[in-house]
Each structure stands twice: as structure tokens, then as C-alpha cells.
Nanobody, 124 residues
């Protein structure tokens, strides 16, 4: 069973960049389809980005397309989310998740393992 730990969150201003990291342990990252989700206060968890096992294909929510980039380094058991041109509406707790089977990257039910999350706060 894989364990996931996120890091890299913080408080930034609109227009700044952050890179989130997700470290996997207890399993081989290359075995999993990986995603990032976020949850803002009072809102449901929403899909942000996902990446296939090889890293050869990615998926993005429309709200982050062109600003965020998901990547992975299977040798290091790491997944990253590069976030550029941040907006106050990006403020949320960001969590990475791992799926044994890609049954739809946008659905939380696809994912079997979740990290605790890291807070990202973007001020205007």
C-alpha cells in the first residue's frame, strides 16, 4: 500500500508560482496513475491534473490548463505540480492521489490512495 506525502504549499501573491511535490513510499510509483485534486473551504474536492504511469499523457482541469503542469519522476517516486500565474481562486488544500486503474482521471472514486494535503493560499 502506497503512502503519499505532499509538500511545497505556502502563501503567495497573485501571479506568483509554486511547485508542489508528492512523495510516495511503500510502493513503486510507476505502478500508479497519479492525480492532483484541491478542495477550497466550503467546496467539494475538485480535479486539477493527472498523469499516466509513463508520464506520456496528462489531463488538466480547464481552470488550470496553460498555467499548471503535472510531471513525475518514477525513479525518485515523486510527482510534481508546477503552478504558475496563481490566482486567488487557486486557494485550496491540494492533495495528490494514486490509482491502481485509470477508470476516469477526473473522478475522485478512481483513486485508491490519498495524501493529507498541503495548503496553498494566494492573496490578491
Amino acid at each position: 500500500q502506497v503512502q503519499l506525502v505532499e509538500s511545497g504549499g505556502g502563501v503567495v501573491q497573485a501571479g506568483d508560482s509554486l511547485r508542489l511535490s508528492c512523495a510516495a513510499s511503500g510502493g513503486t510509483l510507476s505502478s500508479y496513475f497519479m492525480g492532483w485534486f484541491r478542495q477550497a473551504p466550503g467546496k467539494e474536492r475538485e480535479f486539477v491534473a493527472a498523469i499516466i504511469r509513463s508520464g506520456g499523457a496528462t489531463y488538466y482541469a480547464d481552470s488550470v490548463k496553460g498555467r499548471f503542469t503535472i510531471s513525475r519522476d518514477n525513479a525518485k517516486n515523486m510527482v510534481y505540480l508546477q503552478m504558475n500565474s496563481l490566482k486567488p481562486t487557486d486557494t485550496a488544500v491540494y492533495s495528490c492521489a494514486a490509482a491502481n486503474v485509470n477508470s476516469g482521471p477526473y473522478n475522485t472514486r478512481t483513486y485508491d490512495y490519498w495524501g493529507q494535503g498541503t495548503q496553498v493560499t494566494v492573496s490578491s
